[in-house]
């Protein structure tokens, strides 16, 4: 389910050449762009991270195998 950012303001039409809604709309827009980004970059980093350790340490100098990687011994 993809969010849809809109930059429509609600309720009553400001006057044009109302700045302070303006303001108040780009201020709101960049509050939900910053909340997705927060959002799709914790699930990047909740996914990413153990596969970027396992990649590192199959490129480290010694060469372990898979499952040295992986036991916890």
């Known amino acids: ?11 009553k039409t400001p006057a044009k050449g ?28 909740h996914y990413g991270f153990i596969p970027l350790v396992i990649i590192i340490g199959m490129n480290s100098d010694p060469k372990p195998q898979l499952s040295q990687l992986l036991s916890p011994v």
Do not use: D, N, P
């Open 1 to 11: 389910m993809a969010s849809k950012i809109s930059l429509k303001t609600k309720g």
């Open 18 to 45: 109302s700045k302070g809604s303006e303001e108040r709309s780009v201020a709101q827009f960049v509050k939900e762009w910053s909340t997705w980004t927060m959002k799709k970059a914790k699930v990047v980093t």
